[in-house]
């Protein structure tokens, strides 16, 4: 498929829309560093060398986050979060408040005795963010596969230790759209050790030359934050370019749940599925009514949604359909598929999952699509913010907002009728 060719629009009437909200969500979002080890292009993120929160500083937001949010697990971020020099008494702090921590890294910094010690400390998993927009020391390439021999060490070397989740965060834009296929083949011969993949589609608000931007009623330059990068390409891809490419490499992948947009009630911003498969075949998908049956258990008998298994139920493949094979259509064909496959009876099944993160969309109108109910919610200053906005507010204390530049901006609807008239500027 051509990046630039058109693909159906996934109908999210289909899929089951997950629970979670501002204050009742399966993960929040801690940035502990603005130091990064690493220069990716397009990255909104300031880097500042040694600028580490302290643990008192972390506590606050802890505490901030307990009385506004019911959360499952927290993604330990930075800039490089593996940089702060202490990090072990990070992981601690977040298992002292009942939650999972997960380290979001780019793995440059984790040694076989730092991955020790995290272990030791209490970290539930780890999500390995690489991919073409990095220029990385331990991997030369300019191809996605070409780092999957990177990706691979890493999900070993986690495995080796045992008892922790392994997934890989990747960006993807309509430069690297034609790749994806490649990285799930190789993602789907490795279940056993690669429990996510996450697609991310590229986003950076201040690419568009259609609008201008202001913050407290002055003009600004969202160059200044947002830096222009060659490597995303001219179009913004969604939900549906994505999943159309998975499938090139595994037709029967199907989504299962979602989130919604702020304001495009029917864009996919969070599209989530979780794969039954063995090292050698896919039997199928998770159904909407399966997933909305762990949601809705998890969610009654321990009080928060669910984010991520463990590697023991992720492991738990074949009594998924043993027991719950008859939750949905997609899990009875995932059953009718294990059951006629005998040389798959007594071996291991595992559940996989493969993401897709659609960020930020500006309307033609000049408003802003966010993650609605959004995962990767942060604190800042005692307040929630979205974390991929969160430069926004640090440089000019309010969220930019966007003008058409277009002496009257027209957005029409079913009938041609005008929705939003805006004067020039």
Request: with cysteine; glycine share 8%.
């Amino acid at each position: 498929m051509n990046p630039t060719t058109q693909v159906p629009a996934l109908d999210p009437q289909k899929y089951y829309r997950m629970p979670w909200s501002l204050s009742d969500n399966g993960i929040f979002w801690l940035e502990i560093t603005s130091q990064c080890n690493l220069t990716c292009a397009g990255c909104y993120h300031e880097n500042i060398r040694n600028a580490h929160k302290s643990l008192a500083e972390i506590q606050k937001e802890f505490d901030v986050i307990k009385r506004l949010r019911n959360v499952d697990a927290v993604s330990i971020a930075g800039g490089e979060p593996l940089l702060h020099p202490r990090i072990l008494d990070i992981v601690r702090l977040v298992r002292s408040y009942g939650w999972k921590p997960i380290m979001n890294t780019n793995g440059l910094a984790l040694t076989p005795e730092l991955l020790k010690g995290l272990k030791e400390a209490g970290i539930f998993g780890f999500t390995f963010h690489i991919d073409t927009t990095q220029q990385r020391r331990d991997s030369h390439a300019d191809t996605e596969q070409g780092h999957t021999a990177l990706r691979q060490k890493l999900a070993e070397a986690v495995a080796g230790e045992g008892g922790m989740v392994c997934g890989f965060n990747q960006t993807v834009s309509e430069q690297t759209l034609d790749q994806i296929p490649d990285i799930v083949r190789w993602a789907e011969k490795r279940p056993d050790i690669i429990h996510t993949m996450v697609f991310i589609l590229f986003r950076t608000p201040g690419m568009s030359a259609n609008y201008d931007f202001f913050a407290n009623g002055k003009k600004v330059d969202l160059y200044e934050t947002y830096i222009k990068s060659t490597w995303g390409g001219e179009r913004n891809l969604k939900a549906a370019d994505c999943v159309a490419k998975i499938r090139e490499a595994d037709p029967l992948y199907e989504p299962a749940g979602y989130l919604n947009g702020t304001i495009e009630a029917d864009d996919m911003k969070w599209t989530l599925a979780t794969r039954i498969a063995n090292k050698r075949k896919t039997f199928g998908y998770t159904s909407p009514q399966f997933m909305e049956f762990v949601q809705n258990w998890h969610h009654r008998h321990l009080k928060r949604w669910l984010s991520y298994a463990s590697p023991a139920l992720l492991r738990a493949g074949r009594s998924t359909l043993l027991f719950l094979g008859w939750r949905g259509a997609a899990m009875r064909k995932a059953l009718w598929r294990f059951l006629t496959s005998p040389t798959a009876w007594f071996g291991r099944v595992y559940l996989q999952n493969f993401a897709i993160i659609q960020p930020v969309d500006l309307l033609a109108d000049g408003r802003m699509s966010m993650c609605d109910g959004c995962p990767d919610i942060t604190v800042h200053e005692g307040q929630l913010y979205w974390s991929c906005r969160l430069e926004e507010i640090k440089k000019y204390g309010t969220f930019v907002t966007a003008v058409p530049k277009n002496a009257v901006q027209m957005a029409t609807a079913k009938g041609g009728k005008v929705l939003v008239r805006t004067n020039k500027n």
